[in-house]
């Protein structure tokens, strides 16, 4: 009886690798034993740095924020402070983007911060 070897699925799934590996350098791109490694550890990275990307994307909003409040004489942490005791809701991508397409909007949340801050 002939042995049974299912090279369509081998080929399949090698192929499947080198077309994920197109562009590495050198071996990387066109040897499969070389492909697999680094398409595997560029999928960790992958797979962690999407995630690592909320949170440097908070950072982001963070430190424009931070910056946009000083220029009204205000730290980030006071203005954040001040927005809850307003009990006013926005997160700090909307509150990043306020900041930098509408200042008149932002100076008066920053206004209304810093009357919430004072009645407490």
Same mark, same amino acid.
């Given at each position: 009886m002939p042995r049974a070897r299912n090279v369509p699925a081998t080929l399949k799934?090698?192929?499947?690798?080198?077309?994920?590996?197109?562009?590495?350098?050198?071996?990387k791109s066109?040897?499969?034993?070389?492909?697999?490694?680094?398409?595997?550890?560029?999928?960790?990275?992958?797979?962690?740095d999407r995630r690592k990307k909320k949170s440097s994307m908070r950072q982001l909003w963070i430190v424009r924020l931070n910056a946009a409040c000083r220029e009204r004489d205000m730290s980030y942490s006071r203005f954040m402070a001040g927005l809850k005791a307003a009990n006013i809701d926005l997160n700090r991508k909307v509150l990043?983007?306020?900041?930098?397409?509408? +200042?008149? /909007?932002?100076? *008066? @949340?920053? +206004?209304? /911060?810093?009357? *919430? @801050?004072?009645?407490k």
């Amino acid at each position: 009886m002939p042995r049974a070897r299912n090279v369509p699925a081998t080929l399949k799934r090698r192929k499947k690798v080198l077309r994920k590996a197109k562009g590495f350098f050198g071996n990387k791109s066109r040897l499969f034993r070389y492909a697999k490694d680094a398409v595997d550890r560029g999928e960790k990275f992958a797979y962690r740095d999407r995630r690592k990307k909320k949170s440097s994307m908070r950072q982001l909003w963070i430190v424009r924020l931070n910056a946009a409040c000083r220029e009204r004489d205000m730290s980030y942490s006071r203005f954040m402070a001040g927005l809850k005791a307003a009990n006013i809701d926005l997160n700090r991508k909307v509150l990043s983007e306020m900041a930098i397409h509408d +200042e008149a /909007a932002f100076g *008066a @949340l920053v +206004e209304k /911060a810093k009357e *919430a @801050l004072a009645q407490k």
